[in-house]
């Protein structure tokens, strides 16, 4: 199905089961420890062996020798698998660094050889007397240090810069200026499960049950890496313990099963320690970004500038922490910019709303700090300088765009208007109490997405998609969206989802998913509906499918009817025209928190939150909830904790596991309100909805970092905000 001019009224208009509030179908798996994950899969591997990575202890350098003597006597040991002993491995279009080293080190903990045993006790012993001799070399660990070298990325389907008008002497004749820099800090996904995979042979033919969002991209990363036709790669994941983009490609784990598998001549379980999947997975790079903004004295933004240094490995790419400032605020007078330095630090690459939850950071401090020099309200501000077209194509509209309704909504809810402007002003006791706010950003994205659905002879509807559930509620709303397409009760939906022998599909990611995978199922639900008819005899176009029934002019039949003589299927894909080139498509909300900072020590702690959203049509609102409440606790750690520390000398990252990297917990989260527009978005797909996932974590911090310049007066521009930097800025304690 092409999708390439607005939608109009479809059956997702009867709102019967999309749009409902509708608990987690997979929910009761989940929380009675009956859905499998990856390494569980031993209900379809049973028996399998161990492998335990032997990862490198450089960040830089050469393998001189690998000495598995020792290691090869341990009880238990069935193979050891090298570079030298793997064959010739490919490397794969998603990966920046060799999934498996050797005999060059790209960075710290990249696999240098896995080691089989019959138990996982046997495996990781062993593992540890393998001995490596290594010629290290100096290796750049620093992006402050890296900052001059570094240079303009090639472009990826955005412009890596950009101009409009003349900022530069916008800027210079701008009777208001701000010219700030801002920092954010490497950081980790710290996913509940972590990286693990199982590996089967089957002849030349392999099957993965693999913790990965993007089975498509992953499928075809295996087979090129292996060296295998696509179809003798199989990929299965239906159910994944969180990635936030940490497993949106296939890491070493996946290789190291199968070619451990294929060594061991058995099935081979892998899964990543703690400690090493913070340096041998993928990470949010750190950023350093100069904002200067000019404005006339009534608070016009005239002049808007961004400015972003980040690092990776050679080949990698930049976080792309400019790309809200094109599009978020009016200004005729423009200018972005990134640099990339070379690190050989652990791959960077996405994380949960990769490149505007960085830069919102930045850019909504900035904003702050520019609204305190004009004397304006933060929210005032932010309005004036709203705008209903592309900043950089005018000629180009927002399809939708509430902003200034989600910022006035949120100050209202919140009771903005209780602020007191002067930092430092409000007391509670011990605590000093502030107010901050932040708009939120995050552009639509939406890509190819395919399904098959079969409708039984028992009148059941079961939906097969290689779609992954990264704990967002996929199984729901591709469960409501087929009850709503066919008109039968979601009791008698089945999906199966995370498996690449069924119709490539977007995937999870980018707030893409949800979107993108219900229009899929939306298309091979409209063929079926079309194959349903014509078995009934009846006009598609006019043909109405609720209860468990067709009806058209006058004539009904049990929708069961259609497949009296054997199962009906149908398949299809929704294809994406040119639609959001015409329109621009994002999604807008605001934050809206409150702090306490403790006047003696400098605690801060988290009082309330609120984010108000406008996404399209929320498919599911209290799945939809749920990804925003998540996405704002993590915007708290992005806040107030979350940093990986380089180790300079060595070039690793020091805290990698979840005791030293800390993330919020329960008591650091106090409550939380979600408030969604009532809107829809005919240009961005069947479903009229957009995603919202990484919404809910775009200018989080930077409202927490705003409330608690309130709350004290000082303004900390680098993260995250802790008590150290606060502490001598706080007034003197009687």
């Not at 750049?140 to 001059?148: G, I, V």
């Not at 994406?576 to 605690?603: I, M, P, R």
């Not at 108000?612 to 998540?630: D, E, K, M, W, Y």
């Not at 608690?708 to 802790?722: E, F, H, L, W």
């Amino acid at each position: 199905m092409k999708f390439d001019t607005p939608a109009t009224v479809n059956p997702i208009d009867r709102l019967k089961y999309v749009g409902k509030a509708h608990d987690r179908i997979d929910g009761p798996l989940k929380t009675t420890g009956t859905a499998r994950y990856a390494y569980e899969r031993h209900d379809a591997v049973p028996n399998h062996a161990y492998g335990y990575i032997v990862p490198a202890t450089i960040a830089k350098g050469r393998v001189l020798g690998i000495d598995t003597r020792a290691a090869k006597r341990s009880p238990g040991v069935i193979a050891i698998v090298t570079a030298k002993d793997a064959g010739k491995l490919g490397k794969g279009k998603y990966n920046t660094a060799s999934l498996l080293g050797g005999p060059e080190v790209q960075h710290y903990h990249q696999a240098l050889a896995v080691v089989v045993a019959e138990t996982f006790e046997q495996a990781r012993t062993a593992a540890a007397l393998v001995r490596v001799d290594y010629a290290r070399e100096n290796g750049q660990f620093s992006l402050a240090a890296a900052k001059q070298g570094a240079t303009k990325p090639s472009d990826d389907g955005a412009p890596v810069d950009t101009s409009v008008g003349d900022f530069a002497g916008a800027y210079a004749s701008a009777p208001v200026k701000l010219d700030a820099t801002y920092t954010t800090p490497d950081q980790s996904h710290a996913m509940m499960e972590p990286h693990a995979s199982i590996a089967a042979w089957d002849g030349d033919k392999v099957t993965l049950w693999t913790s990965n969002q993007m089975l498509a991209w992953g499928k075809g990363d295996v087979a090129k890496t292996l060296g295998l036709p696509p179809d003798n790669v199989r990929l299965v994941s239906p159910y994944i313990g969180g990635g936030f983009g940490g497993k949106l490609f296939v890491r070493s784990d996946a290789l190291l099963a199968a070619i451990g598998s294929r060594a061991a001549g058995r099935p081979v379980a892998v899964t990543l320690p703690r400690p090493v999947v913070f340096n041998n997975t993928t990470h949010r790079p750190a950023t350093i970004q100069r904002i200067r903004i000019g404005a006339t004295a009534e608070g016009k933004i005239t002049a808007m500038g961004h400015e972003s240094w980040s690092g990776d490995l050679p080949g990698g790419g930049p976080e792309t922490a400019v790309m809200q400032t094109r599009l978020l605020y009016a200004g005729e007078n423009r200018m972005t910019a990134m640099r990339l330095a070379v690190l050989d630090l652990p791959e960077g690459n996405a994380m949960r709303a990769p490149g505007e939850a960085s830069g919102l950071m930045a850019l909504e401090i900035a904003m702050d700090e520019m609204a305190e020099k004009l004397k304006l309200d933060p929210v005032v501000f932010r309005t004036m300088n709203d705008t209903q077209v592309d900043p950089e194509k005018p000629a180009r509209p927002f399809s939708q765009r509430s902003l200034v309704q989600c910022l006035h909504d949120g100050a209202e809810r919140f009771g903005w208007d209780k602020r007191d402007a002067k930092p430092g002003t409000r007391r509670d006791g011990r605590w000093l109490v502030g107010m901050g706010m932040a708009a939120a950003f995050r552009n639509n994205l939406t890509l190819k997405s395919g399904a098959r659905v079969r409708l039984g002879t028992d009148g059941k509807v079961t939906v097969e998609t290689d779609m992954t559930d990264i704990g967002t509620g996929s199984y729901t709303i591709i469960a409501q969206t087929a009850a709503e397409m066919l008109g039968v009760p979601m009791e008698q939906v089945i999906v199966t989802l995370g498996d690449s022998s069924f119709p490539v599909s977007s995937g999870s990611g980018g707030q893409f998913g949800g979107n993108s995978s219900t229009a899929g199922v939306y298309a091979a639900c409209m063929k079926l509906r079309e194959a349903v008819a014509a078995k009934l005899g009846m006009d598609p176009a006019e043909a109405v499918f609720e209860d468990g029934h067709v009806k058209s002019n006058g004539k009904t039949a049990a929708l069961s009817d259609a497949a009296r003589q054997g199962e009906l299927v149908a398949e299809d894909s929704i294809e994406f025209g040119d639609l959001s080139k015409k329109f621009q498509q994002s999604t807008f909300g605001s934050h809206f928190v409150e702090v306490g900072v403790d006047a003696a020590t400098g605690e801060i702690r988290v009082r309330r939150m609120l984010a108000v959203c406008a996404a399209g049509r929320i498919l599911n609102p209290t799945s939809a909830r749920s990804q925003v409440i998540g996405a704002m606790t993590m915007g708290v750690g992005a806040a107030l904790m979350e940093e990986l520390f380089v180790d300079k000398r060595l070039g690793f990252f020091v805290n990698h596991d979840l005791a030293g990297y800390e993330v919020p917990v329960h008591a650091d989260i106090p409550h939380q309100e979600v408030v969604f527009l009532d809107e829809t978005d005919p240009t961005s797909s069947p479903m009229k909805a957009k995603g919202i996932g990484e919404l809910g974590l775009c200018g989080v911090a930077a409202a927490i970092a705003n409330a608690v310049y309130n709350a004290t007066g000082v303004r900390v521009r680098d993260y995250p905000v802790t008590w150290d930097k606060l502490i001598k800025g706080l007034p003197a304690v009687s």
